[in-house]
């Protein structure tokens, strides 16, 4: 998997992308919570799930369809008085942020690939191009030669273009309002 640190990462850089401020503590929150939630199959180790069980690591959790569940069920909760529009936007925004955790995932090195298509299809797949090596998932192991090397591969491959996207919308942003400024006359 990739850290936690780097899906919350991504969920702040796609809300700085898809939101014009102001951007509620709520919104950053929920946004987090979204990216970082698929992980919590992991207590299904303890339970006695099989990683290759549809309900364990990178199974459902990790999938479409449950991205979609979970945005609904958060926009329905936190953000019931918004119009249908704003409704909308926050749906595709914490589809993008939970989903982004199984795409990030399937571009480690390790583990069993991610049900992206569960529960219509259980078979588990990694992206062609891999180039981050799986997290340590305890906490004692992220701060050791391993944990460095996947940040470094992390702030390479995720950050830095993550990074590069919200800049590009917050230029895209300001240009945009410059073109909308009435023009002195000269």
Do not use: Q
């Not at 391993?146 to 919308?169: D, F, K, N, R």
């Amino acid at each position: 998997m990739a850290s936690a640190f780097s899906h919350a990462f991504v969920a702040a850089a796609l809300g700085h992308t898809l939101f014009e401020k102001p951007r509620s503590p709520r919104l950053w929150a929920l946004s987090i919570v979204c990216s970082i939630l698929p992980d919590a199959d992991v207590a299904g180790f303890a339970l006695g799930i099989a990683y290759e069980h549809p309900l364990g690591h990178r199974g459902f959790s990790h999938s479409l369809a449950f991205a979609a569940l979970l945005s609904v069920g958060v926009v329905f909760l936190a953000f019931r008085d918004a119009n249908r529009r704003r409704k909308a936007l926050l749906f595709t925004h914490f589809f993008l942020v939970t989903a982004s955790h199984g795409f990030l995932d399937a571009l480690t090195d390790g583990g069993l690939g991610i049900a992206f298509f569960a529960p219509f299809d259980n078979a588990r797949y990694f992206l062609p191009w891999r180039p981050i090596p799986v997290s340590p998932i305890r906490i004692a192991a992220f701060f050791s030669a391993w944990g460095l090397a996947v940040m470094a591969a992390e702030v390479l491959w995720i950050w830095t273009p993550a990074g590069v996207v919200a800049v590009l919308a917050t230029v895209c942003r300001r240009l945009k309002a410059r073109g909308k400024e009435p023009r002195s006359p000269e």
